[in-house]
Nanobody
């Protein structure tokens, strides 16, 4: 059974940093596909970053200068490092697993993922 649990969200001021953790069980973070999404109230869940089975990172253009996705094999954790946070980054952030990923996998599409965490809230004040 695949289970994902996010942590690390919180309240920060604009320009600050956060690291979101996603503890994964039942699915190796190395050699598999995982992603980070965010969702504002009333909005679609949008892809922010992903890592594919070859370890290649993918980023949305809107955030690529400010985020870094990484994994820690020993602890089986997926990370998202957020820098230079802006008020518009305030959202619920989710990690997700995509066991069926393939070449040219649409990492930014939420429908490409089968398993989701419960989300962690990030609030950025100006």
């Amino acid at each position: 059974q695949v289970h994902l649990a996010e942590s690390g969200g919180g309240s920060v001021q604009a320009g600050g940093t956060l690291t979101l953790d996603c503890t994964v069980t039942g699915y190796n973070v190395r050699g598999n596909c995982l992603g980070w999404f965010r969702q504002l109230p009333g909005k679609e869940r949008e892809g922010v970053a992903a890592i594919d089975r070859f370890g290649t990172a993918h980023y949305a253009d809107a955030v690529k200068e400010r985020v870094t996705i990484s994994t820690e094999r020993d602890k089986n954790i997926l990370y998202l490092h957020l820098n230079s946070l802006k008020p518009e980054d305030s959202a619920t952030w989710y990690c997700a697993a995509s066991p069926g990923c393939y070449a040219l996998w649409p990492w930014e599409n939420k429908d490409a993922y089968d398993f989701w965490g419960q989300g962690t809230q990030v609030t950025v004040s100006s």
